[in-house]
């Protein structure tokens, strides 16, 4: 499986089974954390230096209201 590596973590997930169709920035598969939690997980098709941290910062202000 692939996985997608950020500072927060890494997640696995199935690129056979993606959750809906391709976006703008990515499209969004079937994951796992690595505890084995179903988790959804966005492939970006752009990378850092085309705006890939916007996808960051949405994903980090998402993680500190849950936290809230």
Known sequence: MPSIRLP???WLYD????LAG???FGQVFEGADLGG?????K???IDATQS??????????????AIA
């Open 43 to 45: 492939r970006l098709n």
């Open 52 to 65: 890939g941290f916007r996808e960051v910062e949405i994903i980090d202000a998402c993680a500190m209201n």
């Open 8 to 10: 927060r973590g890494t």
């Open 37 to 41: 939690g179903v988790v959804a997980v």
């Open 22 to 24: 391709p976006g703008g």
């Open 15 to 18: 690129d056979s089974r993606p």
